[in-house]
């Protein structure tokens, strides 16, 4: 599978503009581009970060990423899915 930089680009750029966690955009049913912000005290960064520290994954999915694979082809979706899936980190307790 070969992955290009644009795929790459959009993950990034999804997963600063949100605030999210997580961005994963799925390609095929064994190939994802994930890119993660580290989580620390449940809390993300803040608005003064200056730095963002992003881990960038190409390849297999993993156990969520596969569930979330298995649930689109039960419904019928095509791939590359077309919306890039965000996760949040977790809310106040």
Known sequence: MKFNANGVEKVIAALLNSGARRATK?????????????????????????????????GVPNYEERQFIKMC??????????????KFPPGAK
């Open 26 to 58: 799925y390609l095929q049913p064994g190939a994802v581009i994930s890119a993660c912000r580290p989580c620390y005290d449940g809390k993300v960064g803040s608005k003064r970060d200056t730095q963002a520290t992003i881990v960038v994954k190409l």
């Open 73 to 86: 082809q039960l419904v019928g979706e095509k791939f590359p899915v077309k919306k890039i899936q965000l």
